[in-house]
């Protein structure tokens, strides 16, 4: 008896002759876990030659190193700084924490909706440094 994934694989690999072989199609993985489940079960294999994967911008948690994290709580920490985020990356981790959880703990950081909210601070607060972090996914890059 076959499994389910080899009843998929034949399911998909007949399917094929029903997607048009004469232009190629170009389907994009959004997201960091898209391209990872695609590479470990060897989806890529199944699909015809005319399939172009194509690996997207991914999201911030799939995207932006632990480091990244790190570095922005080391700064707003070590400089007193006041930061703003938006709200896609507030709660992605680093290695011990996050921007979420710092503000949790006293710390000045607020998620924003434009960098504009940021300026708007700055130039109210002069005896602050302040910090817009951005990341740059494809809704908050035009805004920053």
Known sequence: MNSI???????????NKSIGSDRMINIMEVCGTHTMSIARYGLQQLLPPNI???????????VTPIQ?????????KNEHITAFSFGDLF???GSYSSLNTEKSKGEKIFLCY????????????????????AIGFETTAPLT
């Open 68 to 76: 990244d994290i790190d570095w922005f709580l080391e700064i707003i």
């Open 5 to 15: 994934i080899d009843q998929l694989a034949k399911k998909i690999k007949n399917s």
């Open 114 to 133: 434009s960098p504009l909210d940021a300026f708007e601070y700055a130039k109210n607060n002069k005896k602050e440094k302040v910090l817009s972090i």
């Open 52 to 62: 172009n994967l194509i690996s997207g911008p991914g999201c911030p948690v799939c």
């Open 91 to 93: 709660r992605v981790p």
